[in-house]
């Protein structure tokens, strides 16, 4: 099992930038595929970003490719979310979720979640 601690959350505005950490007490962080969701007030749950294992595989919904970078420090047991170019979309809590699975792409699919921090971009 792994817990999670997301941090790096804020009030930006558009065109700024924020990057998300989530820490993870876990004692096998490594052996968990990882991803970023997000959740906008009235609206489902959606998948942001995901790394495999290794750190070797990067996926990214549509919404954000070429503005969000994910990341991962096995040695630090921590999870990386840069994103630049913010949007007033882009606005929602932001979760951290471990996959122990390794394949995962929708919410359904992850094990283990982090609180969500908030994620604010104002125009």
């Known amino acids: 099992q792994v817990q999670l601690v997301e941090s790096g959350g804020g009030l930006v505005q558009a065109g700024g930038s924020l990057r998300l950490s989530c820490a993870a007490s876990?004692?096998?962080?490594?052996?968990?595929?990882m991803g970023w969701f997000r959740q906008a007030p009235g609206k489902e749950r959606e998948f942001v970003a995901r790394?495999?294992?290794?750190?070797?595989?990067?996926y990214y919904a549509d919404s954000v490719k070429g503005r969000f970078t994910i990341s991962r420090d096995n040695a630090k047991n921590t999870v990386f979310l840069q994103m630049n170019s913010l949007k007033p979309e882009d606005t929602a809590v932001y979760y951290c979720?471990?996959?122990?699975?390794?394949?995962?792409?929708?919410?359904?699919?992850?094990?283990?979640w982090g609180q969500g921090t908030q994620v604010t971009v104002s125009s």
């Open positions: 979720a471990a996959d122990k699975n390794g394949s995962g792409t929708y919410a359904r699919d992850y094990d283990y």
């Open positions: 790394i495999t294992r290794s750190g070797a595989g990067t």
């Open positions: 876990g004692r096998t962080f490594s052996s968990y595929a």
